[in-house]
């Protein structure tokens, strides 16, 4: 009897282990021990099918042949993923402390964790039909979408549907020219179909933004951190340094926070270069993920721009990583696989030798120590590009002062004066709705959600309270529910409220509120976007959505509402977090030739961190910072990692955690690198009727705190405990909540 063979899979499952199968029935032994790790194979599995990740196929199992099932089929002849990725996915999975099977899902498009081939899948491109080429620039004006496909492939030979839904062409667009027989539909080739590299000319550098480029040395592993003040023109060095890439023939990967709200970004970045550029973000469908996906892996796609989870895309001849905005906390996955995906690019360009380059105006406190500690390539742009000057900055006391709606007199009449000279005026409030709570006049009553440690959100666009942490809605009472007065009044401020208050005082002026609920729409950000650069005087309102990635050439004033959210709270990253923001908001002013202003209203203005901040620069505050960190042995001075644990029965989860505690002193109860603080409640105790606690471990060595959490993560699973709570391991957190 042959001897059997063994397939050792990563499945998606919670649970830390690999899974044993036998080879489908049928196949060759010899053959199946040639299948390469990183192919997907479907198994059964407790009453269902799943796609498994070959991990590695050998003659040995701990588990007996008798026991063991066969698998059903191979569904790739090759790996999905470049031998570095699914290297960096392992890797990623074990310093994250993170199941595998769920780690390499993760990192997979949805439609091939479901199973769908990818050697038959490829897309069609499309290109201009000889009539097509025969029409002159300008040509179908009447029709404004098929107008904007056609000059599109007037400058690109071809165009795929990933750079289709890029560039927000309709299918109806699509559809009508290639009825007109104006553009078809050909199968592309694997590499760039055109030999130009620019469709439109660089800009020309001033001397800080030359020797930054010049210190980029593209063909090694080197990490730049590229600390520039706002608008001092970050993006055209990532342009010409990833022209220079692409005219080595390699492909660059560039990470955006948040891809929907950088729309402008996106049009730059197409609007320079003749190469394919695509883009995953999770405003794609399935299937136009994937297609972007498998472009990226085959090639073909010389560009390629995405959130987070983009860091896991295959390329074909990997040259340059850029990380845009590297201080921003959606870098960081908060719950599942809890990677992030600046820290990920670090680790993938060392293994792929290629320079990473992480950009910010206000860089994370850790990535400045690494700059200062000589770990990564500091440079500096100090200089607004094109002679633009810095904002200057106002503080106002709001003590003592009699308010319209949240605005000081001082405030509205700046505004005013900016609308009657014809400009713009952004006016920053990072909270949504209409009031963060609903209060009853009478007797005090306020309205909180019944599933949370929290106040409902008054929103009146419809009319209702919204807990903003679990999604729970209902109707505005009419009485107050506990003395039934009719006397309930909207307390605090929120966007809603400062848009009604701005038409309200600026009737004759168009007022734009820019949130998550006037945002929700597809495309209405970028429409709204596209009316304001129009340059006629209107007023901005909105959240933190106004502060990543917007040049608004005619914003000349920037009115900050309450500066004083994140002075204190527990968590210790709040005050960086509340300056990166700031400063960003403020960075929107004068970015043009037209001169700005930021006005920060305060309650607070004498805090030394405000004061500090907004008078002596970021580097000031971040060093007065990372001094309170250093004393109180917080990152990036130590390293730390959080065991979560929740459950409907508070005391499931605070004795789980006491548990984890005593295993962990147990287990290196002889290690002064580690310490260890709680079970304590997180910041927001009951979340969704399920009650939060936390235990904090603190180490001076990485080494060391990872040898722990991989010891007590296995410890853990197998406890009876542990199956009554929903838990998991935190490294290297961003959020404290």
Not at 389 to 399: A, C, F, I, N, S
Not at 433 to 442: K, M, N, R
């Amino acid at each position: 009897m042959a001897e059997p063979v063994y397939l050792h899979l990563a499945l998606p499952t919670p649970l830390r282990r690999r899974f044993d199968y036998l080879a489908p029935e049928g196949t060759d032994p010899d053959d199946v021990r040639r299948w390469p790790p990183g192919i997907r194979i479907r198994v059964p599995f407790r009453g269902q099918q799943l796609v498994g990740i070959l991990l590695e196929v050998s003659n040995y199992s701990q588990v007996a042949p008798a026991q063991l099932r066969p698998a059903l089929e191979r569904l790739d002849e090759s790996p999905v993923w470049p031998e570095e990725l699914m290297q960096l996915c392992l890797w990623a999975a074990d310093y994250y402390q993170c199941p595998i099977g769920e780690a390499l899902h993760t990192a997979l498009p949805a439609l091939l964790r479901q199973g769908e081939a990818t050697d038959s899948v490829v897309e069609p491109v499309w290109q201009l039909t000889t009539e097509g080429k025969g029409l002159p620039e300008g040509a179908l004006k009447r029709a404004r979408r098929q107008a904007e496909l056609l000059a599109a492939l007037q400058t690109r030979a071809q165009l795929s549907r990933a750079e289709l839904t890029l560039l927000d062409i309709p299918r109806s667009a699509i559809k009508a020219l290639e009825d007109k027989h104006l553009i078809e539909k050909v199968q592309p080739a694997q590499k760039a179909i055109t030999t130009d590299l620019l469709s439109e000319q660089p800009l020309t550098l001033n001397p800080e933004q030359a020797e930054a480029l010049r210190q980029i040395h593209p063909g090694r592993f080197q990490v730049s951190l590229l600390d520039g003040a706002t608008g001092s023109g970050k993006t055209e060095v990532y342009l010409q340094a990833i022209a220079r890439t692409l005219a080595e023939g390699r492909q660059a990967l560039v990470l955006v926070p948040e891809i929907g709200l950088t729309p402008q970004t996106l049009s730059r970045f197409q609007r320079r270069f003749a190469q394919p550029v695509v883009a995953l973000h999770s405003g794609l469908n399935d299937r136009e993920r994937l297609d972007a996906w498998l472009q990226a892996r085959s090639g073909r796609a010389r560009i390629v721009i995405g959130t987070r989870s983009a860091i896991f895309t295959p390329l074909a001849d990997p040259g340059m990583i850029i990380v845009d905005e590297e201080h921003d906390g959606s870098f960081k996955q908060q719950d599942g696989f809890r990677y992030s995906a600046r820290d990920l690019a670090v680790v993938r360009a060392h293994r792929l030798n290629i320079p990473l380059v992480l950009g910010s105006a206000t860089p994370a406190l850790e990535t400045l120590h690494n700059a200062r500690q000589g770990r990564y390539q500091y440079l500096r742009l100090s200089q607004r590009a094109g002679g633009a000057r810095p904002p200057t900055v106002e503080l106002q006391d709001l003590r003592n002062q009699t308010l319209h709606e949240g605005f000081s007199r001082d405030s509205l009449a700046a505004i005013a004066a900016q609308i009657d000279m014809g400009n713009q005026v952004l006016v920053f409030l990072n909270r949504r709705g209409f009031a963060p709570t609903l209060e009853c006049h009478q007797c005090g009553w306020l309205a909180e959600c019944p599933h949370c440690d929290a106040r409902m959100t008054v929103h009146q666009h419809p009319r209702h309270l919204h807990c903003h942490h679990c999604g729970h809605q209902r109707p505005l009472p009419r009485t107050c529910p506990s003395c039934h007065s009719s006397q309930l009044e909207p307390l605090g401020q929120g966007t809603e409220r400062s848009e009604a208050a701005l038409r309200q005082s600026f009737p004759q002026v168009p007022v734009v509120r820019v949130d998550r609920d006037s945002t929700r729409r597809k495309n209405a950000l970028r429409d709204l976007v596209a009316e304001v650069n129009k340059g006629e005087p209107c007023i901005l309102v909105g959240t933190q959505m106004l502060a990543k990635g917007h040049h608004f050439a005619d914003v000349t004033l920037v009115v900050i509402v309450d500066a004083d959210a994140g002075l204190f709270s527990t968590d210790f990253r709040a005050p960086e977090r509340m300056g990166q923001l700031l400063l960003q908001v403020a960075g929107r002013a004068g970015r043009a030739e037209k001169p700005g202003r930021v006005i920060l209203q305060s309650h607070h203005i004498d805090h030394p961190l405000v004061q500090t901040l907004m008078y002596s620069g970021y580097h000031a505050f971040a060093d007065t910072v990372l001094q309170e960190r250093q004393q109180g042995r917080l990152p990036p001075f130590r390293h730390m990692a959080l065991l979560r644990a929740e459950s409907s029965r508070p005391e499931n989860a605070v004795e789980f955690l006491r548990l984890a505690l005593a295993r962990a002193e147990r287990l290196h109860a002889s290690d002064s690198q580690l310490s260890y603080l709680g079970p304590l409640p997180a910041m927001m105790e009951k979340r969704g009727n399920r009650f939060r606690y936390q235990l904090h471990i603190n180490s001076a060595s990485r080494g060391h705190l990872q040898k722990l959490l991989t010891q007590l993560a296995l410890e853990l699973e197998s406890e009876a405990l542990g199956k009554r709570v929903r838990w998991a391991i935190d490294v290297d957190p961003q959020d404290m909540s």
